[in-house]
């Protein structure tokens, strides 16, 4: 079975700050992994699908690179609405989520 | 704008089982180009992929939980169904339903409900 890991578990920013997660699959995945911001009580969001390309409506200051095993989410300038967890997915097999990265104020 | 609602009791008493509803509206369950279903959280806990389904009646489920699962859908209703069986506490959770496009791979989970939590005590 395919496990998903991501790194940092969490991590403290500050507004305008560049922040970068990544996530990890045990075994290639192609560039079948999805991110998703989750703010607290409300549902997922999807962000970035197919590794890299970005949701419609979805700000620019979001990015996804990688393929394979390692996968990264890039905010450029983290604004006051960015903090949130943050989960990849990985859609190569039986969909599994990444255990999230918790993105709060510094 | 396809939107989602999630509908059932909040409260289940272990070993019975969890019935929730999905209606969907702004949109078609039959569209034939998406799979309908459902992902779960446990309160402060990650996301669980619990299984989808297709409007032919066609269903995936993840294996962890195969055995206790049914997925139905009704498109007269626009709506799709939940069952989970011989629940207990660790099936108390927030119960989102949600779409994904119906090919292998290059899909995502998107939109989804707002959810509804699930609690399991007697």
């Known amino acids: 079975d395919i496990q998903m890991t991501q790194s940092p578990s969490s991590l403290s920013a500050s507004v305008g700050d560049r922040v970068t997660i990544t996530c990890r699959a045990s075994q290639s995945i192609s560039v079948y992994l999805n991110w998703y911001q989750q703010k607290p009580g409300k549902a997922p969001k999807l962000l970035i699908y197919g590794a890299t390309s970005l949701q419609s409506g979805v700000p620019s200051r979001f990015s996804g690179s990688g393929s394979g095993t390692d996968f990264t989410l890039t905010i450029s300038s983290l604004q006051p609405e960015d903090f949130a967890t943050y989960y990849c997915?990985?859609?190569?097999?039986?969909?599994?989520f990444g255990p999230g990265t918790k993105v709060d104020v510094k | 704008q396809l939107q989602l609602q999630e509908s059932g009791p909040g409260l289940v008493k272990p070993s019975e089982t969890l019935s929730l509803t999905c209606t969907v509206s702004g949109g078609s369950i039959s569209s034939g180009t998406y799979y309908w279903g459902w992902i779960r959280q446990p309160p402060g806990k990650g996301l669980e992929w619990i299984g989808s389904i297709y409007y032919s009646g066609n269903t995936r489920y993840n294996p962890s939980l195969e055995s206790r699962v049914t997925i139905s859908v009704d498109t007269s209703r626009n709506q799709f169904s939940l069952k989970l069986s011989s629940v207990t506490a660790a099936d108390t959770a927030v119960y989102y339903c949600t779409r994904r496009p119906r090919r292998d791979g290059f899909n995502w989970f998107d939109p989804w409900g707002q959810g509804t939590l699930v609690i399991v005590s007697s």
């Open positions: 997915q990985q859609s190569y097999s039986t969909p599994l």
